[in-house]
């Protein structure tokens, strides 16, 4: 198709003045379709950036520049028209003052490069919960991480029809080439100081510069069904959430759907896929990342996954920690800042085994001695701690049927957690919405090592797991959340509302070894969320929710009663420096903003654990 044939003339009037600004060479509307993928990877493989697998069919390793490397979030900006409506937790620049800052950088980016106009929709085409985005871009590895990662094509032009909603998604890698100059082998980018991932929210625009990778690239993702669709979500009472989905189903062959929300790198893709050590029980997967809910006529809330993708982290996944993930990547993936063997496969710390032969080429391009195990070694790692694979989710063994399914799934439970090797729970369900709403809000994970200048046992905050990727002032999320509560109930259906629950599969002992085995043993606890949902009474009331009541969950091996019950008890002391920590660090920073129903809440569980 050419610029001419587009139907949608906003689009064609937006994509003719990024063509005056930016200046390409020539211009490409993708249609989705597996030649232009193959074509896209030739482009690839023929400037050096990307490297053909031999022992995986259709599948290619590339290497980033190392200044290129993950999502950056000190350069990540939500440019709302006042600070205020960013609010505490996100970096802020005027919008008018960026768009200019942006608009010199965008000045003839494309030279000598093509750019590609990626039609996309986020969910399944025509979906009433999906939208539609399109993204400019002139990277061809961003298009068939987007072909994988998103549904592009000409299908989703037909569905934004003449005058459709779109977001409109600038990208540039901000490398020109000079005439006859090509990539070679060198992963285009611009410095760290360029780099900038921008949101203008009332607007509904992404604009990205700099970076080719990931979230900052891929703007379907983290920019468009995190950052822009939280404000979509706050403006039209729905909710977008950095969650998995999952499909699970009892030994009698009933299904519940739950949708989890834990921070980066707390093993989301790997609950999403789990395999269950309970007999009889079976998780499915509908999505790993982000979902996208609803309510539905009957007043139940529905949930879409709103990417067709999986784009994981590879270190650290095996055969033991996600069987499924490693089944859904032996073909027809794109591995980034992988190692690369002699024999022609990919490989990364914690991928099982030793690497075979007796060199390998680490994500840096360099030629080292095999490691004969797969054990991480600190600054000298083959593959980038944020290597990741990009592998279509059909391939996924058990995913879930109705994973595509337009109207989406009907969530009966919310799940929220984090690393917290004290204090926390195994697993707790809340005692009202609102409650469950503070929960949310208090997410966040312990930093163990003195790292990034937090003393030890400090707790990062992560409220909801949205923290860097919230639009807006999260104290106006906790209130959104809080009014679909409110929604439901008035409108009668307030007993359809998911339940909501804590869990923590990370408590460790005093030796600091983790109590619980986690991974499969992890069914033990959705199968009570499950129970739970049905109104089977397993559990006691405590000070701060619903906790197992003993005996409903049967430790696995290794886990002893003594364990079990300390996993299913209240940390009476924790729970009051907990308390404690929310209202002195976490809570004063939201200011007015802060929903005074959560002040309240923090109030009546710090009552209930002094009297
Ligand atoms: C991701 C993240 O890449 O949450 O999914 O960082
Ligand atoms: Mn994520």
């Known amino acids: 198709m050419n610029l001419n ?4 003339a906003g689009l064609k009037k937006w994509i003719e003045d990024a063509v005056s600004l930016m200046t390409p060479e020539s211009v490409e509307i993708c249609d989705g379709s597996k030649a232009e993928y193959d074509r896209m990877i030739k482009v690839l493989v023929d400037s050096g950036l990307g490297t053909p697998l031999k022992a995986r069919p259709n599948s290619y390793l590339f290497h980033s520049d190392p200044s290129d490397v993950a999502r950056v979030e000190n350069r990540t900006y939500i440019a709302s028209k006042t600070e205020d409506d960013a609010g505490p937790t996100n970096h802020w620049i005027d919008p008018v003052e960026l768009k200019k800052t942006m608009t010199d950088l965008y000045k003839g980016c494309m030279k000598g490069r093509t750019m590609y106009v990626i039609p996309f929709s986020m969910g399944p085409v025509g979906s009433d919960i ?13 298009v068939v991480n987007m072909h994988i990662m998103t549904r592009v094509g000409s299908k989703v032009l037909d569905v934004l029809g003449t005058d459709g909603f779109y977001v409109p998604c600038f990208h540039s890698i901000g490398k020109p080439l000079g005439p006859g100059e090509s990539d070679n082998g060198k992963w285009p980018c611009a410095p760290l100081e360029h780099k900038y991932i921008s949101h ?17 690239a891929l703007l379907g993702k983290k920019c468009l069904a995190l950052r822009i669709a939280s404000v979509l979500a706050r403006d039209e009472g729905w909710l977008a959430e950095h969650m998995l989905i999952l499909k699970i189903t009892d030994p009698k062959g009933s299904v519940k759907y739950m949708a989890c929300a834990f921070p980066s790198a707390c093993g989301k893709t790997n609950l999403a896929m789990l395999i269950p050590t309970l007999p009889g029980w079976k998780v499915e997967t509908v999505g790993d990342d982000i979902a996208w809910m609803k309510f539905g006529a009957d007043g139940r809330l529905y949930a879409i996954n709103p990417e067709s993708g999986f784009f994981g982290v590879a270190p650290g996944t095996n ?15 794109i591995f980034t800042n992988c190692g690369l063997t002699e024999d022609g496969d990919i490989w990364w710390e914690q991928i099982g085994y030793g690497a075979p032969g007796k060199e390998i080429l680490d994500w840096k391009g360099n030629k080292k001695p095999a490691p004969q195990t797969d054990k991480a070694v600190k600054g000298e790692e083959v593959a980038h701690p944020n290597a990741r694979f990009t592998a279509p989710a059909k391939q996924c063994p058990v995913i879930a049927s109705e994973w595509e399914d337009p109207k989406g799934v009907p969530i009966s439970a919310f799940l929220f957690g984090g690393r917290r090797p004290s204090t926390i729970p195994l697993i707790n369900e809340s005692k009202s919405w609102i409650h469950g ?18 003393a030890a046992g400090t707790i990062r905050r992560d409220p909801f797991a949205m923290l860097p990727f919230c639009g807006y002032h999260m104290g106006d999320y906790f209130k959104h959340w809080i009014n679909i509560g409110k929604k439901a109930e008035a409108e009668g259906h307030g007993d359809k509302l998911p339940k909501i629950f804590f869990c923590n599969w990370f408590r460790k002992d005093k030796d600091d070894h983790f109590i619980w085995p986690g991974y499969g043993e992890n069914s033990r606890a959705l199968a009570w969320v499950f129970e739970r949902c049905d109104g089977k009474d397993n559990c006691v009331e405590t000070a701060i929710g619903n906790l197992p009541k003993p005996g409903t969950i049967e430790p696995p091996a290794g886990v002893s009663a003594e364990a079990m019950a300390e996993l299913c008890s209240v940390d009476i002391e924790g729970w009051k420096k907990e308390i404690a920590d929310v209202r002195e660090k976490h809570y004063p920073q939201f200011g007015a903003k802060l929903p005074k129903e959560l002040s309240e809440e923090l109030d009546a569980i710090e009552k209930r654990l002094n009297s």
């Open 130 to 142: 999906a939208k539609i985005g399109v993204e400019i871009s002139d990277s061809a590895y961003v």
């Open 319 to 333: 055969n033991d920690s996600n069987f499924n993930a490693m089944e859904s990547i032996k073909s027809n993936t």
């Open 5 to 8: 044939e587009l139907k949608h």
């Open 200 to 216: 203008f929210p009332e607007t509904r625009e992404i604009w990205s510069y700099g970076s080719g990778y990931g979230g900052n």
């Open 437 to 454: 709403v503070f929960m949310g809000s208090i997410t966040g994970s312990e930093i163990t090592a003195a790292a990034l200048d937090l």
